[in-house]
């Protein structure tokens, strides 16, 4: 038997999961890290601490599934996107935590750049909105603000990277200095179209081309893995970002396709095939993962989707585990939400570092709204999980004006799909059946996917997406024009987040 290592690296834990011949789960481990909040709107990691997590858990996985390290034909990377780490490439010793891709420090610089009348050329470019969720404005900020990095970074000492290139990094003791289009898409320099680093990019938002990964199609062998990492040397044959991995694992390789992603944050997407849509709707265009054997990834067939960023959702969850003291453990949740018929009138807006799609607002906070005397924490946990389906409401909505598409169906992946409570309010306010997988870590499988396609484990991804199996299908059973005014509500209490940090 052969085997497939995928490494999952996410905004709060880092997982390993081996896969076999037949792409079925053998083993996972997984191992949350510290989350950093050095003052508000900021949200950093220590890269060293990703490494290492990740590491013990590639080990903790394999170990368990008793398979021998020469077994393992390849690893696949798949990871949280935006999230920007700058080091030092003769050490390989980060310069400052990671700037996490929730973190809103540049929102004034994304401010002078839209008054700079930039904003059409990056949407043209890039399919993204001028916003500090990508690295761009992240990489520039670490720049300006540790002593010396500029200069050192334009010889050519340094170099920036997402997660995905970080681990790549470290994994092949400074060998590999690479990524994959789904990534190099999210960082506000690349452009999709060419499937390249842009120079007039680069200028406008002050980063040297030096510093850049280079980029390869996202089914491709990238590098080795050291042998002192697992007991021998494994190929790193794939790399995406989360969502895209997310993707790809869901089978929804065919236009009108589309998955939503419960984790920390919420991602809708849409596959939109070889045409890149724009939006008029306040979503983003993006890469998909990339296949084909081309030599980078600028030979490589492109491949388009519509994506709505949701930045909170299942880390709404954890604030009321971690800060609020609601529960000791997340999935604690769906049975105190569901001791009450709904949530009493109570709306909870978790805009705790602004709002994504369709609103793009870095100055929304959080609210909640509709409290009463008779208001309990449980009302307040069904509306913090009916926030999650209101969100990805609003961007299902946006989707649907843009692709002109009225979607079927909703594939769902991602810890949060496993709370039914969720899934059947979601499927109600969507009005469309929302469809579970058997396997519900589908990033993980997107990334075990890509990696043994690039080895030949795999024949196609066609091949690999007739594999995709039904666990639980929600119908909606709401009638719709009780949806429509819950949806109301939620966007009038939407309303009243947005902005709020301007008033401070």
């Given at each position: 038997m052969r085997y497939i290592l995928a490494l999952d690296q996410g905004?709060?834990?880092?997982?390993?999961?081996?896969?076999?011949?037949?792409?079925?789960?053998?083993?996972?481990?997984?191992?949350?890290?510290?989350?950093?909040?050095?003052?508000?709107?900021?949200?950093?990691?220590?890269?060293?601490?990703?490494?290492?997590?990740?590491?013990?858990?590639?080990?903790?996985?394999?170990?368990?599934?008793?398979?021998?390290?020469?077994?393992?034909?390849?690893?696949?990377?798949?990871?949280?996107?935006?999230?920007?780490?700058?080091?030092?490439?003769?050490?390989?010793?980060?310069?400052?935590?990671?700037?996490?891709?929730?973190?809103?420090?540049?929102?004034?610089?994304?401010?002078?750049?839209?008054?700079?009348?930039?904003?059409?050329t990056i949407k043209a470019k890039t399919g993204l909105v001028l916003d500090p969720y990508f690295s761009g404005t992240k990489i520039a900020w670490l720049l300006d603000n540790i002593p010396g990095a500029r200069g050192r970074a334009e010889r050519g000492e340094l170099a920036f990277g997402t997660i995905d290139t970080w681990l790549a990094w470290q994994l092949s003791q400074s060998r590999t200095h690479v990524t994959d289009p789904s990534n190099a898409a999210r960082t506000m320099l690349f452009d999709i179209h060419k499937g390249d680093w842009d120079t007039e990019l680069l200028e406008m938002l002050r980063v040297p081309r030096a510093i850049l990964p280079d980029v390869y199609p996202s089914a491709h062998v990238f590098g080795m893995i050291a042998p002192s990492v697992l007991g021998a040397a494994v190929p790193i044959a794939g790399i995406a970002g989360d969502q895209q991995a997310a993707l790809f694992g869901q089978g929804c390789h065919k236009p009108g396709m589309a998955k939503n992603t419960y984790g920390t944050g919420c991602f809708m997407l849409l596959n939109t095939g070889a045409r890149a849509v724009a939006s008029a709707n306040g979503l983003l265009t993006t890469a998909t993962a990339q296949l084909g054997r081309a030599r980078d990834a600028r030979d490589a067939d492109k491949e388009y989707a519509l994506e709505g960023s949701v930045f909170i959702a299942g880390a709404v969850v954890q604030w009321l585990r971690d800060e609020m003291r609601f529960f000791n453990s997340s999935a604690e949740i769906e049975a105190l939400a569901a001791s009450v018929p709904d949530s009493g009138g109570v709306v909870l807006v978790p805009a705790f570092t602004g709002m994504g799609a369709p609103h793009w607002d870095p100055q929304a906070r959080g609210v909640i709204v509709g409290i009463t005397r008779g208001t309990g924490r449980a009302h307040i946990a069904r509306a913090a999980l009916e926030s999650i389906a209101y969100q990805s409401a609003d961007v299902l909505e946006a989707m649907q004006k843009d692709s002109g598409e009225k979607l079927k169906e909703l594939r769902v992946d991602g810890g949060a799909a496993a709370n039914d409570l969720l899934m059947q309010f979601q499927a109600d306010i969507l009005g469309v059946p929302v469809v579970r997988p058997k396997v519900l870590e589908t990033t993980a499988l997107g990334a075990a996917y890509l990696a043994g396609l690039a080895v030949g484990l795999w024949p196609s991804r066609e091949a690999l997406a007739s594999r995709w199996e039904v666990g639980r299908r929600f119908e909606p059973q709401m009638i719709p024009a009780h949806a429509a005014d819950l949806l109301g509500q939620w966007r009038e209490a939407v309303k009243r987040s947005l902005r709020w940090a301007e008033l401070g």
């Open positions: 905004t709060t834990s880092s997982r390993a999961i081996v896969f076999n011949e037949e792409g079925a789960p053998v083993q996972t481990a997984q191992q949350e890290f510290r989350q950093i909040y050095p003052q508000p709107g900021w949200v950093e990691h220590d890269p060293n601490e990703l490494f290492a997590t990740q590491c013990e858990v590639a080990r903790e996985a394999v170990e368990k599934a008793g398979v021998h390290p020469t077994e393992i034909l390849a690893a696949g990377i798949a990871n949280q996107r935006e999230t920007t780490v700058l080091w030092d490439r003769q050490t390989g010793a980060p310069l400052a935590n990671a700037i996490v891709w929730q973190d809103r420090r540049t929102a004034g610089v994304c401010a002078q750049l839209r008054a700079d009348g930039v904003e059409d």
